[in-house]
């Protein structure tokens, strides 16, 4: 199996052993229609090896199995996902593959296999998922990846974990109150997602002057003549020639501390919503890929030190599931640093492919505050992508803390 591909399944019960060359920790989740779990009673690992219809068995070696009895699973169980975490820590896949085997429990034939490509930072994952689908049962081929170990999907999926003290965090923000489905929704028919391509490195040589955009009722700005230079909410449609040009970008972030010799840690992530403004999933240092791949971060900068973008995130745009209308990129200080002590902070969208930097925002003030909103992507009626400036400053030191406010943006 590749990313994102699924099976039915012809066995009631199946099997999933999950291999490595090293010790893994192998568990199950059990979710509900929410994509959470109903309690700490629905995470099944080596500790707590059994739920409704999944249970846990530990191998000699190399991995674990985590076997489904569909029959036995509750009605309200729309989900069970099938996760692996390193042994040893500290440690991460790079160098590994693991592979996720998927087995008729009774007779032990196999189904259906999968190995997750392009692992490197990931301390955990998402292997595969059995999910209910038109009365049956099918398999998903997942391989997203986690920087922050099995904790980081345990509380991903709603279960309560210990975590070792660390700076307050902003609260986590409640839910946008819902809004009417806004004109960038997805149109009726969008295509089905499809396996991205591999990320691209991040690029950072430093752009020529570019005109800048029109100022508001000019127009729409396109890319007809060449890289945008943008200036706070405004917009550029990402077409050229009265098409869209791109299947996969990359939003580049940097910053320099003002003061020389500070280090400046901020974190750079993006919040992926639909058409009601809900969120779907984010993807920062933490979870460093999300929707199958679709959306992938290059990892986490400590300093802001040297030339070019210290954080970059790459969208696969034609992989993104229909559900998916709208992208916020953000920025936060989770040590507390106020941007009032960054200089030079930008964003800019590149082609991922060729590297070519197509837009650019420099953010020309700071405000005294933790987080800010650098830009969004909108998918248009038409299926096209439009990037808005946005610059806009909040008190928040986690991207958790930005939930609201930058629905609220869109």
């Known amino acids: 199996m ?16 999950v291999t490595a060359p090293v010790r893994l920790d192998v568990s199950g989740l059990l979710l509900a229609a929410d994509g959470k779990v109903r309690s700490d009673d629905d995470f099944v690992f080596y500790n707590q090896p059994s739920a409704p219809g999944v249970t846990h068995s530990a191998a000699a070696a190399g991995g674990d199995t985590i076997t489904v009895d569909t029959a036995a699973v509750p009605e309200g169980i729309e989900k069970i996902v099938v996760t692996a975490s390193l042994d040893t820590p500290g440690a991460t896949f790079a160098g590994t593959e693991p592979t996720g085997t998927v087995r008729n429990a009774d007779d032990g034939s196999v189904l259906a296999s999968f190995t997750p490509p392009r692992l ?50 902003a609260p986590q923000a409640p839910p946008a109150p819902p809004a009417p489905a806004a004109p960038w929704g997805p149109p009726t028919g969008a295509p089905a997602p499809v396996t991205p391509p591999p990320a691209a490195a991040p690029a950072a040589p430093a752009p020529a002057p570019a005109p800048p955009a029109p100022g508001p009722g000019s127009g729409k700005v396109n890319l007809d003549k060449g890289r945008v230079s943008l200036q706070k909410n405004q917009t550029v449609s990402l077409v050229k020639g ?12 940097g910053w320099e501390p003002a003061f020389q010799g500070r280090s400046i840690d901020l974190d750079a992530s993006v919040i992926a919503y639909g058409p009601d403004r809900k969120k779907v999933d984010n993807c920062f240092f933490g979870k460093l890929m999300i929707l199958g791949g679709a959306i992938q971060h290059s990892g986490d900068n400590l300093t802001g030190e040297g030339a070019g973008d210290d954080e970059a995130i790459t969208v696969h745009l034609g992989g993104l599931p229909p559900e998916v ?13 106020k941007f009032s002590d960054v200089a030079k902070a930008y964003c800019r969208l590149l082609d991922a492919q060729s590297g070519e930097e197509l837009v650019r925002f420099d953010l020309t003030h700071a405000e005294p505050r933790t987080g800010v909103m650098m830009a969004k992507l909108i998918r248009q009626y038409s299926g096209e992508w439009e990037m808005t400036a946005l610059g806009e400053f909040v008190d928040a030191r986690t991207v958790r803390g930005m939930t609201k406010p930058a629905a609220q943006a869109l």
């Open 242 to 253: 009265g098409r869209p040009v791109l299947s996969s970008v990359r939003m580049g972030l």
């Open 2 to 17: 590749t990313p994102g591909s699924n099976l039915p399944l012809s066995a009631v019960r199946v099997a999933v052993d």
């Open 325 to 337: 209308t709208g992208l916020v990129f953000v920025v936060n200080s989770f040590s507390g640093q």
């Open 120 to 169: 490197g930072t990931e301390t955990a994952l998402v292997v595969v998922e059995i999910y209910r689908r038109g009365g049956g049962w099918k398999v998903r081929a997942v391989g997203q990846g986690y920087a922050n170990g099995l904790a980081g999907i345990a509380t991903d999926f709603g279960v309560s974990v210990e975590e070792p003290a660390a700076p307050a965090a």
